[in-house]
């Protein structure tokens, strides 16, 4: 008799499906996770008409976008892990309901005060969703070809994502009001719940819930959020955005013991064992902190300076989206079939870093034509490159059992470096439109996001820098679809 690995008989037992519903699992895991991020953004252009149907005030109207990103960000690290030990597709499914049930909540609210409470939960409900997405993905699809695509495709759907919400936004709230902002979410949950059948389930992880852990990543991220969003408005001088940020530091250093000393750790040791993994991650992290930074000051620039309406707004963002589609839907994965990861992702950020450049040379009465739109073109596609190698490397190589923990590291990272690289570079803008203060305020605010799109494409340079020192330039592995990932064996 034969020793059998028993990863090797996990997968014996979960046969990927077949061509045609994996082309439907594709349509689920994007559909979810292109929903999950779009919410991040999708208020943006409503939350005038939120405040004048609710009476908001001006710093409860910040929390309808800050609440979303507390509790998503915050909890993404325990919903991988949940789905590693309890099923992922059944914690992907419970994600979705409360995700569901939160979005009806918000579009019902008839206060401020419950439209947060419903952000709240609905970032609660994409923190388990999301990362189970991801790894519903890699154990579905059959190592090769097959998987780097879907790959490609979900780590677009991060970008493309805050893009589709804007424009989503904008033709929301001005065809029909800003309460289907929310609503729209229901038929697309309800649908991809629908579909969650043809999903591979995979191997649970025997283990506890570590429970010091699972507290101290969610209450030090959250901490962390809340102090980078607070400091956003009322500085770092400010008494609770020092708090916030010393909790945070408290909790995540707690975080880190007790991982090393942990028997079954928040993020097992083997995720983080790998350096190309931890490059991912970083990268993932700075590329976050540019692009989420990169939507803010575009929105700024086209609504305050250019006096573009909600829709016209987001119509002007289809470039970056049709850039980011070329580069998943095809460009990506044929590069990585041909080319090394590193090369992939440095091709990607030196695009990337070319257009943030070119987005510096606008002007307040320019015509679009000339910056506006060609630069989120080259953009968009420079960062579509760069989703899709990243999001592969992050997951390659990962034990089934842990793809979870490592989905949520994934997108954990993106989270964190958006709220991180929106805070400070917002910071950074408007002290510069302040120094070119009094004169023309349209000049004055476009010099500001001027310099803000170079330093967003620092952010970029950064991550190019940390591929170079973690990422090792090894040759593509061209497999054809159902043979064995010679790096995930």
């Keep these: 008799m034969s020793l059998q690995d028993p990863t090797q008989a ?55 976008v800050s609440a979303y990103a507390l509790a998503f960000g915050g909890l993404l690290l325990a919903g991988g892990r949940a789905g590693d030990l309890f099923g992922r597709r ?14 009806l909540l918000g579009g019902l609210a008839q206060s401020g005060e419950l439209l947060i409470a419903a952000r709240v939960i609905q970032g609660a409900g994409a923190a388990i969703a999301a990362p189970t997405a991801l790894s519903l ?30 424009l989503l936004g904008g033709a929301l709230t001005e065809y029909l009001s800003w309460r289907w902002v929310m609503f729209v979410n229901i038929p697309i949950a309800l649908a991809v719940l629908f579909g969650t ?23 030090g991220f959250g901490a962390l959020v809340y102090g980078i969003n607070r400091a956003g408005d009322k500085g770092f001088d400010d008494a609770a955005t020092l708090i916030g940020l010393g909790a945070a530091l408290v909790l995540l250093v707690a975080f880190v013991a007790i991982q090393r000393s942990s028997s079954a750790p928040m993020i097992p040791r083997g995720v983080l064992a790998d350096k190309s993994r931890v490059g991912a991650n970083l990268v993932m992290f700075l590329v976050g902190a540019g692009m989420l930074a990169t939507f803010y000051f575009l929105t700024l620039y086209m609504q305050v300076v250019k006096g573009y309406e909600p829709m016209v707004t987001g119509l002007a963002y289809l470039p970056f989206a049709l850039g980011m589609g070329i580069a998943a839907g095809g460009l990506g ?5 041909k080319m090394p990861d590193r090369n992939v992702i440095v091709l990607g950020l030196l695009i990337g870093i070319a257009g943030m450049v070119w987005f510096s040379f606008v002007e307040p009465g320019q015509n679009p034509l000339a910056v506006l739109l060609p630069a989120q073109l080259v953009v968009g596609l420079g960062l579509g490159m760069v989703f899709v190698a990243v999001t ?33 570079l917002a910071a950074a803008a408007t002290v510069i439109t302040e120094n070119h203060l009094p004169g023309s305020l349209p000049e004055a605010l476009t010099t500001g996001y001027s310099y803000g799109f170079l330093l967003g494409g620092g952010m970029y340079l950064l991550a190019l820098l940390a591929v170079l020192a973690t990422v090792p330039a090894t040759a593509p592995h061209p497999q054809r679809d159902g043979e064995p990932d010679p790096v995930a064996l």
């Excluded at 994965?333 to 079939?337: R, S």
């Excluded at 034990?399 to 993106?414: I, M, Y």
Aim: glycine share 14%.
């Design 10 to 64: 996990g997968r014996k037992a979960a046969a990927p499906p077949q061509d045609g519903r994996l082309g439907l699992a594709l349509l689920v895991i994007a559909a979810a996770q292109l929903m999950l991020v779009l919410d991040n953004t999708i208020v943006a252009v409503a939350l005038p008409s939120m405040q004048s149907a609710l009476g908001m005030s001006e710093s409860s109207l910040g929390w309808v």
């Design 333 to 337: 994965p044929q590069l990585l079939a």
């Design 197 to 219: 059948s043809v999903l591979i389930e995979g191997e649970r992880e025997r283990g506890k819930v570590d429970v010091p852990g699972a507290f101290t990543a969610t209450f």
């Design 137 to 166: 993905l890699a154990t579905t699809f059959p190592a090769g070809p097959a998987r780097n695509k879907a790959l490609g495709v979900y780590g677009a759907m991060g970008g493309l994502g805050s893009v589709v919400g804007l």
């Design 392 to 424: 592969i490397i992050s997951v390659r190589g990962v034990e089934p059992q842990a793809t979870g923990a490592a989905s949520g590291l994934v997108n954990t990272a993106q989270q964190i470096g958006g709220a991180i690289g929106l805070s400070t």
């Design 90 to 103: 059944r914690i992907f499914r419970t994600g979705l309901v409360l995700f569901t049930a939160a979005s």
